[in-house]
Nanobody
């Protein structure tokens, strides 16, 4: 059974940086397309960043220019590099992925991680 395992969350001061990782576990399944989502307390889950099979990326307006999504060449690990973090970035971050191509929404992702907490506070 394929699992996604996130790591890299934690507590950071405003203006700081974190790198989240999302790795496939228990399978050689590749992360062909995927994304990072987050959910803050009392709020709905929101899309943060998406990476397609071609390597093209899209970002939420709130993180554009500060966050970068990328993956390794083997497509077994996907990352979210977060810089200039703000208190409003505080949330549980989830990675999601599919081994297929042509995904158009989160409904197309077969695999989801358990989430990793990111807290931005002084």
């Amino acid at each position: 059974q394929v699992q996604l395992v996130e790591s890299g969350g934690g507590l950071v001061q405003p203006g700081g940086s974190l790198r989240l990782s999302c790795t496939t576990s228990g399978s050689s399944t590749r992360i062909n397309e995927g994304g990072w989502y987050r959910q803050a307390p009392g709020k709905q889950r929101e899309k943060v960043a998406i990476i397609k099979e071609t390597g093209s990326t899209t970002y939420a307006d709130s993180v554009s220019g500060r966050f970068t999504i990328f993956r390794d060449n083997a497509k077994t690990t996907m990352y979210l590099q977060m810089t200039n973090l703000k208190p409003e970035d505080t949330a549980v971050y989830y990675c999601a992925a599919t081994h297929r191509s042509g995904s158009s929404s989160s409904l197309d992702y077969n695999y989801w991680g358990q989430g990793t907490q990111v807290a931005v506070s002084s």
